[in-house]
């Protein structure tokens, strides 16, 4: 993956070595929280500001599939997991925090 930030993807502000681990570390963890319905709404967002990056940095002409991916997490964030979630169930027991 490093090589890959080094070559192509090339980000501004951010060392190549910093990048992939960070990039990693969200692929991985963010689609997994959403699958578990955990955090679900933050989730999204991580993964929002991230497809941004990628649209505005990297492949400035996907727009197409970047656009879906961010309709997608917005649409997340706005409305929530689920009543399937995790964040469902706290938010039952608990109360509403928001």
Known sequence: ????FEEEYRLP???????AQL???S???????ILLGLASRFSALALFGMTLVIQLFVYPDAY???????AVLLMLVAKGPGILAIDHLIARRYGDLG
């Open 1 to 4: 993956a490093v090589p890959l």
């Open 13 to 19: 502000l951010l060392p190549a070595e910093l990048a």
């Open 64 to 70: 197409p599939t970047h656009g879906v991916w961010a």
């Open 27 to 33: 692929e991985h963890l963010f689609p997994l929280l």
């Open 23 to 25: 990039a990693a570390f």
